[in-house]
Structure formats: structure tokens, C-alpha cells
């Protein structure tokens, strides 16, 4: 199997893995420059970069690589290292680039109004792939999304039944409704997508939560869902609220925790109202 075929492969499914290549040779070394080995997500591995301690090491380093889509390089001296005193004639040394292979970034967006229409204008140009889904095909159609992935224009009970983001995946609800929002929420929290936001005020979502834990979803699945959407900005225009949202988007594709607030909601007391829809 080509290294090359499966990064598309695994990309193309949504999911991630880490690319070591050695990069820097001097000396003798079990492999080559250039050599390549894919760590995939499950820690199954494609490829070698010549076994032994060093390749356990840049493994468990991938591993790494894969968490934090952060690259590294690696050095080892073969000749001054015990570790790597096996008995072979290899007395090198030797670097490894391992780098992050992440899958493109795919926002699913639940409703198609004004707002929705320009959080796919601007998670486009931040180079997010969209899929659109709202249950008015006046509304999810080519001529207001020319760039979305995929359209669904149905009800949505039986789009969410067609659907399958990957761990990969953000999603962001803004239908024209609560109940419809709450539909799409229940759904949403049972996935294993990377991003779940919901837009609306604070009493909003304060009620849609509680009406879900009263059918049994469990407060743990609520607390990964960023509501009200967005980055406190005090947003109001549906241009601004879509800044917002694909701001948050962003910090959570990097890992930017200091931009995330720490508690999205509170269950008790009187919410504050804050971003709705216009």
C-alpha cells in the first residue's frame, strides 16, 4: 500500500494521523533519508523507518504529534546512546520531521437563514469545507451556497438520519426554530464531532438543555456544546455573529484554549441574554 494513497485515504474519512520522514542522515543508520513511516490514529503504522528503539520512540512521538497537530524533529546518536546498543553495525545519527496529517476541516451548518448564509461565507474563506442542511429548498440551494460541499434540503429528522460526521467534524446549529434547534442538539451531542455550537441567548439555551435532560440526556454530553455560539464579541449583525462563530471555530481547530471561555452555560439562576438570532 502507497503512504501517499492512504494520507488521502484517511483525510478523505476524516480522520488523522503523523508522517515521520528522516530527514538528516551522518554516519550508518538501519535506513535512509527519506525513509517514511505513517502512524495512523489507531497506532497501527505503515511504512518503516528502520525498526528497533528508534522507531519505538518516533512512534510514540507521533502519537503525540497526532494530539497536539503540532510537528517535532527528532535526533538520535546511535554511536553515544546506550539505549540503542543493539549489537548492529549502525553507528549514525539521524533526524526525524514528523508532522501532523489532519483531515480538512468539514462544518456541517444546520439552517440556512441569514445568519448561517454568512457563517459559510466566512468559514469558506478561513478554509473550512461546508455541508448545508435546512428542511426549505428555498433556502439550501446551489445559488446561495455555490461552494457548499454538500445540500440538504429536507426534513431534517431524515437528513440527520443520512448523516455521519467524522471525529473531525464542527457543527453548528442556526435553524429558524427552537424546536428545531432542539432536534438537531439531541442528535448533534451523540456524535463524535470535534465542534458542537448552537446559537441563540442564554435563557434559550438554558431551556433547551433542561427539556433534554428531562428526556434522559445526560448533562455530561451538554457540556462540550459551545452556547450560545461564538466568541464573546458582543455581536449583533448576522455579519458579526458569523465572525464569531468561525473565530471560535478557529480556536478550536488550533488548540487556542486561552481564547475559549472556561464555562459556556450555567444550569441555575437567570441567564444573561446575550447573541440571538435576529
Partial sequence: MDIYEEIVRLRQEGRRAALATIVNVRGSIPSFATAKMLVRDDGTI????????????????????????????????LNHDPKFNTGLVCGGSLEVFIEPVLPPSLLYLFGAGHVSLNVYKVARIA????????????????ERFPEARDIFADDFDKTLAQLAPPE????VIATRGHHDDMRVLR??????????????SRRKVVTIYRELEKE???????????????????????EEIAVAVVAEMIAVRRKAQAALP?????????PKTEVSKP
Fill in 216 to 238: 434522559g440526556i445526560a448533562p455530561a454530553s451538554l457540556e462540550r456544546v459551545h452556547a450560545p455560539v461564538g466568541l464573546d464579541i458582543s455581536a449583533v449583525t448576522p
Fill in 168 to 171: 473531525s467534524a464542527f457543527l
Fill in 187 to 200: 442528535w448533534a451531542v451523540g456524535t463524535p464531532a470535534r465542534y458542537v455550537g448552537m446559537i441563540g
Fill in 262 to 270: 472556561h464555562m459556556r452555560f450555567l444550569h441555575k439562576g437567570e
Fill in 46 to 77: 505503515l511504512g518503516t523507518i528502520g525498526g528497533g528503539c528508534v522507531e519505538a520512540e518516533v512512534w510514540q512521538a507521533a502519537r503525540e504529534v497526532i494530539d497536539t497537530e503540532k510537528p517535532r524533529t527528532l535526533s538520535f546518536d
Fill in 127 to 142: 478554509g473550512f469545507e461546508v455541508v448545508v442542511v435546512d428542511d426549505r429548498e428555498t433556502y439550501a440551494n446551489r
